[in-house]
T-cell receptor, first 116, second 110 residues
């Protein structure tokens, strides 16, 4: 039982390049989400999903795309990277969804992205 | 707008010196307040969930309490291994959105 697995752990991009951050969980969690963590600003929600085929925006969705084709995977795409997207990205999942919503989050180890 | 403010930003304690971390929040219809611990280079790990004013939860040297406007994380006789950043998050009417504070970085010296 690996929990939430994020790849890559580190990535350096040039402005304008595209890339995908991968997130996979093996806990059969319906809810998955992406956060970015910047110094002094805490964790901010980018996008979340309550099940395969269902995604929604969080606080800071601009510049990021997501899709959810399976329960296990929730990739985050940067189509044209900008220096403002330099951050540490965390994927998190939760067993809850629907009327009671997401509950306790299980986080991955993070992906550190630098955009030059 | 849902908002979470944590204080202090950083706290340095001697081993055995008890203290408290504060999390004040503004949220429409609280549906849970969560405490997490984050070690350097790792993802946050869940500690507690509180749902209603007056509720308390304990785990080893940590005790979390909740009022209508804030939560406290009390640390009794801390040890160096308690050094970490402690994060507070709230969930409001949208059950699927969490709002995090910027954390309190705790350093416990032996």
């Amino acid at each position: 039982n690996a929990g939430v697995t994020q790849t890559p752990k580190f990535q350096v991009l040039k402005t304008g390049q595209s890339m995908t951050l991968q997130c996979a969980q093996d806990m059969n969690h319906e809810y998955m989400s992406w956060y970015r963590q910047d110094p002094g600003m805490g964790l901010r929600l980018i996008h979340y999903s309550v099940g395969a085929g269902i995604t929604d925006q969080g606080e800071v969705p601009n510049g990021y795309n997501v899709s959810r084709s399976t329960t296990e995977d929730f990739p985050l795409r940067l189509l044209s990277a900008a220096p403002s997207q330099t951050s540490v990205y965390f994927c998190a999942s939760s067993v809850g969804q629907g009327a009671s919503g997401a509950n306790v989050l299980t986080f991955g180890a993070g992906s550190r992205l630098t955009v030059l | 707008e849902d908002q979470v403010t944590q204080s202090p930003e950083a706290l340095r304690l001697q081993e055995g010196e008890s203290s408290s971390l504060n999390c004040s929040y503004t949220v429409s219809g609280l549906r849970g307040l969560f405490w997490y611990r984050q070690d350097p280079g790792k993802g946050p790990e869940f500690l507690f969930t509180l749902y209603s004013a007056g509720e308390e939860k304990e785990k080893e040297r940590l005790k979390a309490t909740l009022t209508k406007k804030e939560s406290f994380l009390h640390i009794t006789a801390p040890k160096p291994e308690d050094s970490a950043t402690y994060l507070c998050a709230v969930r409001g009417y949208n059950f699927n959105k969490f709002y995090f504070g910027s954390g309190t970085k705790l350093n416990v010296k032996p």
